[in-house]
Structures are given as structure tokens and as C-alpha cells.
């Protein structure tokens, strides 16, 4: 069993969707809890950055970590064409960053 | 503010070839890192440098995968000789111990792909 478990999709939504990417992980070592954006060629950037349960807003994206059921979520507002890249998640402890598989995103006009 | 830069962008050779991926870190940023990402898999660590020192290096291939930081700044990962399965995108990314963040920034990556 992986450490992280990411569905890789595809997920296609149509434009001012909301959109919901989930990750499981199993180490409870795991301390932070962030999310990165790859754009097609590109190399992953930070998105969202979380440390404690509970939510976490940034203009349209909110990250939600519950880690009783080591479980955390983002969620895209509004959704724009913009938006359509893979979304990692991705799990620190000990200074290891341990990512998921990637969700690939697309949304249509 | 310059971001990591990786050379070259794109490689293709024939298997049992050697190959090398050059990396240049934020300037200021001491952690360097060293990851592979196969096709529709996230990030997997390959090694960790803290100035000129391998940290961790765990996941590294050691019969055929070598890396170097020296002077703490620029590094380098060769593979020699190159297998089918090593196509993949290499990815350098560098981080400041400075603050709790640790926030890692990637470069563009190179993509290897061996025929």
C-alpha cells in the first residue's frame, strides 16, 4: 500500500464548477499538508500549504485536513479554464515530502 | 528573483549510454533535491543534499545513479549506463532552512527518454 493514494482521474468539469480533489494517506508521522499545481512541462508550484486540521482559504481554493481519518481534500471555485493542470497533494514528516499520484484536471469552456 | 534552473530541457539516448542533468538552486537556497517522476506518478525522491552534503539518498540507484553538489551550490545526477526504464522527468527543487515553511520550489525538469 502506497503512502499517499491519489485517484489519478481524469476529471473533466465544465467551466464555474466546483471541484473536489481528495487524498488518503496512512503515516501518521505526516505533519504538513500541501497541495501543487503542474502545468503540462512545467515543474509542480505550491498552492496550498496546511498544518492542522480544519480549512484553510486562498481566493478560490480551500484545503480541508482531517487527520482523524487521515483524509484532506481541495476544493476550486469557479472554475476556469485557467485551473486545468494536475493537482498534487503531497505529505511532510521528517523532511521527507512524500506525494500522491496526481489528479489531472481539465476544464472546459 | 531568478527561479531553479535545469539543463538540458529534453534528452534522448540509447539505452547503456551515459546521461547528466545539471541543476542551479535559488541563489541562498542550501537544500537541493533530486527527484524522478515517472509518467502519471507524482515526485519520488531520489536524493537530498543540506549544502555540499547527501543527506539522504535512500532511494537512490547507487549502481548506476551518481549525484554531486559540490561547493554547495550547482549539482549534477548522472546515470550511467541508462536503462529503458529510466524515461522519466528529473526534477531539481530547492528549499531555505530559513523560516518553518520549507517550501520547495521545482524546476522546469528534464525529460530523459531512452530508446
Known amino acids: 500500500q502506497k503512502e499517499v493514494e491519489q485517484d489519478p482521474g481524469p476529471l473533466s468539469v465544465p467551466e464555474g464548477a466546483i471541484v473536489s480533489l481528495n487524498c488518503t494517506y496512512s503515516?501518521?508521522?505526516?505533519?504538513?499538508f500541501m497541495w501543487y499545481r503542474q502545468y503540462s512541462r512545467k515543474g509542480p508550484e505550491l498552492l496550498m500549504y496546511?498544518?492542522?486540521?480544519g480549512n484553510k482559504e486562498d481566493g478560490r481554493f480551500t484545503a480541508q485536513v482531517d487527520k482523524s481519518s487521515k483524509y484532506i481534500s481541495l476544493f476550486i471555485r469557479d472554475s476556469q479554464p485557467s485551473d486545468s493542470a494536475t493537482y498534487l497533494c503531497a505529505m511532510q514528516g521528517a523532511q521527507k515530502l512524500v506525494f500522491g499520484q496526481g489528479t489531472r484536471l481539465t476544464i472546459n469552456p | 528573483e531568478a527561479g531553479v534552473v535545469q539543463s538540458p530541457r529534453y534528452k534522448i539516448i540509447e539505452k547503456k549510454q551515459p546521461v547528466a542533468f545539471w541543476c542551479n538552486p535559488i541563489?541562498?537556497?542550501?537544500?537541493l533535491y533530486w527527484y524522478r517522476q515517472n509518467l502519471g506518478q507524482g515526485p519520488e525522491l531520489l536524493i537530498r543534499?543540506?549544502?555540499?552534503?547527501?543527506?539522504?539518498d535512500s532511494q537512490l540507484p547507487k549502481d548506476r545513479f551518481s549525484a554531486e553538489r559540490l561547493k554547495g551550490v550547482d549539482s549534477t545526477l548522472k546515470i550511467q549506463p541508462a536503462e529503458l526504464g529510466d524515461s522519466a522527468v528529473y526534477l531539481c527543487?530547492?528549499?531555505?532552512?530559513?523560516?518553518?515553511?520549507?517550501?520547495?520550489?521545482f524546476g522546469p525538469g528534464t525529460r530523459l527518454t531512452v530508446l
Open positions: 496546511t498544518y492542522s486540521s
Open positions: 503515516n501518521s508521522a505526516f505533519q504538513y
Open positions: 527543487a530547492s528549499s531555505s532552512l530559513a523560516g518553518t515553511r520549507n517550501e520547495q520550489f
Open positions: 543534499y543540506e549544502n555540499e552534503e547527501a543527506v539522504d
Open positions: 541563489s541562498g537556497h542550501n537544500t
